[in-house]
């Protein structure tokens, strides 16, 4: 099995910074894409940002230049560092990865989720 696990979510002004953490454990062969989304109340979940197995991110262009998405493939950690934060990047946080296992299936597997929210 696969598990992966965010932290970093909490409360924050608007004008703040966060860092979101999430690592991947388990029966891992290699890991692929790893990403971030969203969801905020009463909205879909979106991406976030997106970064390849060799470090090519993608971002949505409302978030560039606010965020941005690193990963250390050694660890199987992704991370996102969030400035500049404003009232409606509240939101759960989820962090998603496609592995491959040790038995060599590729399947997308998903974080629990973090909580985010920037209020005064």
């Known amino acids: 099995q696969v598990q992966l696990v965010e932290s970093g979510g909490g409360l924050v002004q608007p004008g703040g910074s966060l860092r979101l953490s999430c690592t991947a454990s388990g029966s891992i062969f290699s890991v692929d894409a790893m990403a971030w989304y969203r969801q905020a109340p009463g909205k879909q979940r979106e991406l976030v940002a997106d970064i390849s197995s060799s470090g090519r991110t993608n971002y949505i262009d409302s978030l560039k230049g606010r965020f941005t998405i690193s990963r250390a493939n050694a660890k199987n950690t992704v991370n996102l560092q969030m400035n500049s934060l404003k009232p409606e990047d509240t939101a759960v946080y989820y962090c998603?990865?496609?592995?491959?296992?040790?038995?060599?299936?590729?399947?997308?597997?998903w974080g629990q989720g973090t909580q985010v929210t920037v209020s005064s």
């Open positions: 998603s990865a496609a592995v491959r296992t040790t038995t060599f299936v590729l399947r997308n597997y």
